[in-house]
């Protein structure tokens, strides 16, 4: 299996609505998608790293689900309106389980 974490940060004039409205179409993005073993996405709580309002976790069955994941049209949608609502930085990362 393949495990993928991406933090997103936002920019001060993105509102907590467009911040619920991220995790909401990247939650819904396991409906349009194969190879899914979790998903999982919310705003983060931690105080420490603050910056980064935007969690997302998603758990493939394998490489292949993780590449067409990457390629999928409703997933690029996603990462459209992230980017039209103000990211500004992002980190993910991969790592077989």
């Known amino acids: 299996m393949i495990n ?6 936002f920019g001060d004039a993105t509102t907590p609505e ?4 991220v995790v909401d179409r990247f939650k819904a ?3 349009h ?7 999982q996405a919310g705003l983060n709580i ?8 935007v969690v997302l976790t998603v758990r ?18 996603v990462a459209a ?3 039209e609502v103000g990211r500004v930085d992002s980190i993910g990362v991969d790592f077989e389980i």
């Open 4 to 9: 993928r974490t991406v933090l997103v940060k």
């Open 18 to 21: 467009q911040l619920q409205e």
């Open 29 to 31: 993005l396991k409906n």
């Open 33 to 39: 998608l194969t190879g899914i073993v979790d998903l």
């Open 46 to 53: 931690a105080e420490k790293s603050k910056e980064y309002q």
């Open 60 to 77: 493939f069955e394998d490489k292949a689900a993780l590449d067409a994941y990457v390629e999928n049209a409703e997933h690029q949608a």
């Open 81 to 83: 309106f992230i980017r």
